[in-house]
């Protein structure tokens, strides 16, 4: 990067974290540092949902994933809406009205202790490895992008978020996420401004949009229905979005406690309820946008020359294995293939009156093949890469959005997306760590603790605890390489083993009244054993059951069960 991108992102950085400490000042007790005094106005509510939620692996994978897939990514986030609407009505007026910490305090009010505990100790374990994954999510794409190494840059991106979490609590992660999602947001659309303006002369934003459409990109909406009948495979098709993106997003949100704690910092009970109900609204609209900036830069890509591969650092690593000398043959097949596709499309872009005439039919029949080669290309590239011997990444989804801001894009710009980038992962993270932080002390140390603890201890030791969940993540983070997949894949996957159990548990607790703690606790660990060893047949190739799914498996097999048990009466 430039002197004038490092100054953009060690500025935005440091004014982030100026204003977050600077607005943070509260009570130094459990209720000040977790729930900033319950005095969060609606809006600042609604926006630290939205920065909760979305991480720094939505805007780097989310465009990614709409270049390779296209856009039916945004079927999973169908359900959501309709989840805002039940967790006002059943979730929040409970949470609300017993004035709890964390979600996990209810289930003890309405079960046992150990439900409490097991629900608790299943959400720190999702959530702790989840949050190091999004540590390390953009480490290893800017490290590799831009060539910094991947353990201080781990150290760098936990180290100054633990430092502010723990600082300044609920309320500096609620206001640094206000300012945060402004930049974001700001950066995201100067990207998409910048991929429309570095488009040829005379190819604007709907010819952008019709080269996407015509590759099959903008494909919003699929059924999942083949020839063969529904494919339960298929991981976002307006099934499995509506019905298992309800049940993933009931459970996050309703009790996930890195979001019940942000609506929990309200000043009332119509104010959590506003802010989840427009979250509810903005959240679809937003991931469209969002995807739409992967197609265009598909588009972007159709009239320039496109990487062979987006993940430099796997070519570098193939340069220096027994494939370098095939590489080097590869890559300059590949770029003449490129350089005669990228002729076509712009002769073609400058020529659409010539639709029909045999010169016309002649580019596109070479754009369809240099396609074809390229697919070729790609494909004996991955498995060079995935060679034991070679020890590569063959998955660059992640990479293709950060790779065009880095080739592509002015000085001083760049330096702001990666300040982008950090930014996102701040909001999730440091909510994730105060959320965490919250259940240890609340659920363990509090309730098993045999010393009754000053408020002075507490606000201390949930300041120890922040610190060292912190380090947990980055310990994760550093070990999580080679994820695979696109990494907003890899993180709903992992929630998604133990979303559908945790809110199954609750979901007996609002609605099976004569349902006992022994019965509901069995059933959690009989579900959950189910669900690991459905994920590990789906690894094998065994099931092919769609991640969506488990959190409907799940919640609907904690209930049932739970049901079954106390209806035999043999679990009191």
């Not at 967790?87 to 309405?110: H, Q």
């Not at 099934?239 to 996930?256: K, P």
């Not at 995807?291 to 265009?296: I, S």
Request: charged share 15%; glycine share 10%; aromatic share 12%.
């Amino acid at each position: 990067m430039s002197r004038i991108d490092w100054m953009v992102l060690i500025l935005t950085l440091l004014g982030i974290i100026a204003y977050g400490l600077y607005k943070s000042r509260t009570s130094k007790d459990l209720d000040g540092y977790f729930l900033s005094n319950r005095s969060v106005p609606w809006y600042i509510v609604l926006l630290s949902i939205m920065g909760t939620q979305a991480s720094a692996v939505t805007f780097l994978s989310a465009p990614g994933q709409a270049y390779t897939d296209g856009m039916r990514f945004v079927q999973y986030y169908f359900g959501l809406p309709l989840a805002m609407v039940v967790l006002c009505i059943s979730f929040v007026p409970v949470f609300r009205r017993l004035k709890i910490y964390t979600a996990y305090e209810y289930l003890e009010k309405r079960f046992d202790l150990k439900t409490r505990l097991l629900t608790s100790f299943l959400f720190l374990v999702q959530r702790g490895l989840s949050t190091g994954i999004s540590i390390a999510a953009p480490s290893i794409i800017l490290s590799s992008l831009l060539g910094w190494d991947l353990f201080w840059t781990n150290l760098f991106m936990g180290g100054l978020l633990i430092i502010y979490t723990v600082t300044g609590g609920a309320k500096a992660v609620a206001y640094t996420q206000q300012l945060q999602l402004i930049v974001i947001f700001g950066g995201m659309f100067l990207a998409a401004y910048m991929v429309v303006h570095l488009l040829p002369e005379g190819v604007g934003f709907l010819d952008a949009l019709r080269v996407g459409g015509k590759a099959g990109k903008l494909n919003v909406i699929t059924t999942g229905v083949s020839a063969h009948g529904f494919d339960w495979n298929d991981r976002y098709n307006l099934l499995s979005g509506i019905i298992g993106g309800f049940f993933l997003a009931l459970s996050y949100f309703g009790t996930d406690q890195s979001q019940v704690g942000r609506y929990l910092t309200a000043r009332s009970l119509g104010e959590s309820r506003l802010g989840l109900l427009i979250n509810g609204l903005v959240k679809v609209p937003m991931q469209f946008l969002i995807l739409l900036l992967g197609v265009l830069v598909f588009a972007f890509y159709q009239f320039n020359m496109e990487p062979v591969f987006f993940n430099q650092s796997q070519v570098t690593k193939l340069a220096g294995s027994k494939y370098r000398d095939s590489l080097a043959t590869l890559r300059h097949n590949y770029e003449e293939t490129q350089a005669g596709k990228v002729t076509a499309m712009r002769w073609m872009a400058a020529n659409a009156d010539r639709k029909g005439q045999p010169d016309y039919a002649d580019a596109t029949s070479r754009i369809q093949n240099a396609e074809t080669q390229k697919t070729q290309f790609r494909t004996t590239l991955k498995r060079w890469l995935d060679d034991r011997k070679v020890g590569g990444d063959s998955n660059d989804t992640n990479y293709i959005f950060l790779r065009f801001v880095v080739d592509n894009l002015p000085r001083g710009l760049i330096g702001l997306l990666i300040a982008v980038i950090f930014l996102a992962a701040w909001g999730s993270i440091a909510a994730a760590l105060n959320s965490l932080a919250s259940c240890t002390i609340v659920d363990f140390h509090k309730r098993l603790s045999t010393r009754v603890l000053s408020d002075k201890t507490e606000y201390r030791l949930s300041r120890l605890y922040t610190v060292l969940w912190g380090l947990f993540c980055v310990v994760v983070a550093q070990l999580a390489y080679n994820i695979g997949n696109s990494l907003i894949e890899a993180v709903n996957v992992l929630g998604s083993l133990f979303y559908g159990v945790i809110l199954g548990i609750f979901l007996v607790a609002f609605y099976l009244k004569r349902v006992g703690g022994g019965a509901v606790f069995l059933s959690a660990l009989i579900i959950e054993s189910l669900i690991i060893t459905i994920h590990i047949l789906n690894q094998k190739g065994v099931l092919h059951l769609s991640f969506l799914w488990l959190n409907v498996v799940g919640a609907v097999g904690v209930f049932l069960l739970s049901a079954a048990f106390q209806g035999t009466r043999k679990v009191i």
